[in-house]
Structure formats: structure tokens, C-alpha cells
């Protein structure tokens, strides 16, 4: 069975300052792999996804992340934090059964400082 | 477009008792799944039903039923409600199965069961 963690629980940045959210899977075949972000309140919306091809994969607000299969890794990077982008963080990846059946991660919830 | 509809947002119900999640999308789509959300633990699939008249169960199924009578709407029931069932819950579906579909997610039900 498919697994995601997520090492980091909480972290903070200050504004303008570059952020690295870390994601590691474990996975049999190749992975399907997806970042959400869940601002308070609200569910979640995709930020970006990687199923083959490139292994750096460009997402919306200016996110991006990187696969790498030696690592088993799939961090999530943006080289200018703004405060809008406090929020929590998750990491998934799909599983290989019928259906779209998406295996997540605990989260990073990330703090903004001004 | 509403997308996906969940109500009530909040609620508290006392240790036996019952009550349904409601959730609703317009977007006509043949996928819709519950996840339960606790803190620090991701998000963990309950049920998910692939078209209307067609449920199955995800990782964590016990305690709940569901039912999807209809494309739009699909349930959640809790018949004898639990202390371990206070959690926050999420709707979400999705066009196809396919793992380049996204989920779409609605704004999420938080349940205290005391």
C-alpha cells in the first residue's frame, strides 16, 4: 500500500523568503503525486500534479515542485513566500486501484511572518 | 457554479445519536467521495461511489453508510455517533477516475461528538 509523509508539521517563514515544503512517498509503481493546499475554512485545491514526463512540474500561485525517484521525493518549492500563502499543505499520491483514490500526507502547516 | 455543497458546517451531537452529512455537486460529475480530516493525520478516505446506485468502501468505512441515489448527492450517515468520530469531513468528487482528474472539494463539516 501506497504512503505519504510529510517530516515538517510546522513551519515558518518570513515574507519574501524562499520555502521548501518536504513530501516522501513510498509507492510500488510510478507514482501519481499531487500537492493540495487547504487555506482555514475551506477545502482543499490542487496546486499542481506530476504524472510523468518533466520531473519539475510548475503549479498555480507560483509553486513548483520537484520529483525525485532516487529519493522517493516530491518537494514542494517557491522561491517568494507571500502572507497569502499561509495555509496547510498536503501531499498525496493516487493510488493503483480503481478509482482516483488519493493516499495523503499529515500536512505542513505554514506560518508567515511579516 | 456552487460546485461542492456541504451542510451543516458545524455540529455537535451527544454519543448515540444519528445524523446525515449532506453533500451536493453540480458539475455533474461521476465520482464523489467522503474523507474524514483529524489533526495532524491527513485526510482518510470513508466511502466514495464511482455513479449514482454504486458505493464502495475506502480506508476508514466503519461507523458510516452511504448512499448515492442520484448523480448530485451523496450522503454521509452516522447511526450511532462516537466520541472517535468527531472529526472534520470533506466532500469531494471528480469527472472520471482517471489520475489526471482533479478533486474538487467542498468547504468541510465540523462534527464534536461529546
Known amino acids: 500500500a501506497q504512503s505519504v509523509t510529510q517530516p515538517d508539521i510546522h513551519i515558518t517563514v518570513s515574507e519574501g523568503a524562499s520555502l521548501e515544503l518536504r513530501c516522501n512517498y513510498s509507492y510500488g509503481a510510478t507514482p501519481y503525486l499531487f500537492w493540495y493546499v487547504q487555506s482555514p475554512g475551506q477545502g482543499l485545491q490542487l496546486l499542481l500534479k506530476y504524472f510523468s514526463g518533466d520531473t519539475l512540474v510548475q503549479g498555480i500561485k507560483g509553486f513548483e515542485a520537484e520529483f525525485k525517484r532516487s529519493q522517493s521525493s516530491f518537494n514542494l518549492r517557491k522561491p517568494s513566500v507571500h502572507w497569502s500563502d499561509a495555509a496547510e499543505y498536503f501531499c498525496?499520491?493516487?493510488?493503483?486501484?480503481?478509482?482516483?483514490?488519493?493516499?495523503f500526507g499529515g500536512g505542513t502547516r505554514l506560518m508567515v511572518k511579516p | 457554479n456552487a460546485g461542492v455543497t456541504q451542510t451543516p458546517k458545524f455540529r455537535i451531537l451527544k454519543i448515540g445519536q444519528s445524523m446525515t452529512l449532506q453533500c451536493t455537486q453540480d458539475?455533474?460529475?461521476?465520482?464523489m467521495y467522503w474523507y474524514r480530516q483529524d489533526p495532524g493525520m491527513g485526510l482518510k478516505l470513508i466511502y466514495y461511489?464511482?455513479?449514482?446506485?454504486?458505493?464502495d468502501k475506502g480506508e476508514v468505512p466503519n461507523g458510516y453508510n452511504v448512499s448515492r441515489s442520484t448523480t448530485e448527492d451523496f450522503p454521509l450517515r452516522l447511526e450511532l455517533a462516537a466520541p472517535s468520530q468527531t472529526s472534520v469531513y470533506f466532500c469531494a468528487s471528480s469527472p472520471t477516475d482517471g489520475y489526471n482528474e482533479k478533486l474538487f472539494f467542498g468547504s468541510g463539516t465540523q462534527l464534536s461528538v461529546l
Open positions: 461511489s464511482v455513479g449514482a446506485g454504486i458505493t
Open positions: 498525496a499520491v493516487a493510488g493503483n486501484n480503481a478509482g482516483n483514490m488519493l493516499t
Open positions: 458539475m455533474n460529475h461521476n465520482y
